[in-house]
């Protein structure tokens, strides 16, 4: 299975992607256990975590086909062959640079580059994106989001991302959110892996 089919496929049983930013490649493959016991089989190192691309690698090995392994924060061209190099599936990018998105689609990656206008999104969608993530979600709205899913095409999965919450995330699924990364709310540096299971269990009831 690609990673693109492969992303989709998890994203339709938990559209939840966890953010790890600061997690170190010590503690990385008990979280991600946790993770995937929860249910969250999406997981995102962001690259200004420490030695990501150990950690992205260990997670791979560590949990095999039970999760979409990926980075975060993936600014150029040269971080997305050191992401295929490590055995990662997922490109999660904080803007729409086409080079990148483009670079990211042709190395058989699953494309999720971040957006927060409609022009911004129809350019990572030309780009080759096969997600979309509003962010930063809480600089925006619910309203926003939902007026832009009027345009947008409904084969490109749109995740809110950044400010999402356990008590908000029915709001922004009812304005058309269809996935969500989750940052700060289930992960901050130093949380053990009994934290974050816990935290994962509360988002996975909340959706």
């Known amino acids: 299975m690609t990673a693109p ?3 989709a496929d998890h994203f339709a049983r938990c559209p939840l992607v966890a953010i790890l930013r600061g997690v170190t490649p010590d503690e990385v493959v008990a979280i991600g256990e946790a993770l995937v016991a929860a249910g969250i089989t999406i ?6 975590s420490p030695d990501p691309f150990t ?3 260990r997670l791979v090995q560590a949990l095999g086909g039970r999760a979409v392994v990926g980075a975060g924060t993936v600014l150029d061209e040269g ?3 050191a992401l295929v190099d490590a055995g990662g599936q997922l490109l999660v990018a904080p803007g729409t640079d086409p ?3 483009a670079s990211g689609a042709r190395a058989g990656l699953a494309v999720a580059p971040g957006f927060f ?3 911004e999104a129809f350019a990572a969608i030309a780009a080759g994106a096969h997600a979309l993530k509003y962010f930063p979600a809480e600089g925006g709205s619910p309203a926003m ?3 832009m ?3 947008l095409s409904a084969q490109v999965p749109l995740l809110a991302v950044g400010g999402v919450t356990p008590a908000n995330l029915g709001e922004w699924r009812a304005a058309g959110a269809a996935g969500f990364g989750l940052g700060g709310a289930l992960y901050r540096p130093g949380d053990d892996s009994a934290a974050v299971a816990a935290k994962a269990a509360s988002f996975v009831a909340a959706l």
């Open 5 to 7: 089919a492969l992303f």
């Open 43 to 48: 997981i995102e190192v962001p690259l200004n």
């Open 55 to 57: 950690s992205i690698a």
């Open 79 to 81: 971080q997305v062959r």
């Open 99 to 101: 080079a990148v998105i």
């Open 117 to 119: 206008t409609p022009s």
């Open 145 to 147: 989001l939902k007026a």
């Open 149 to 151: 899913t009027a345009v």
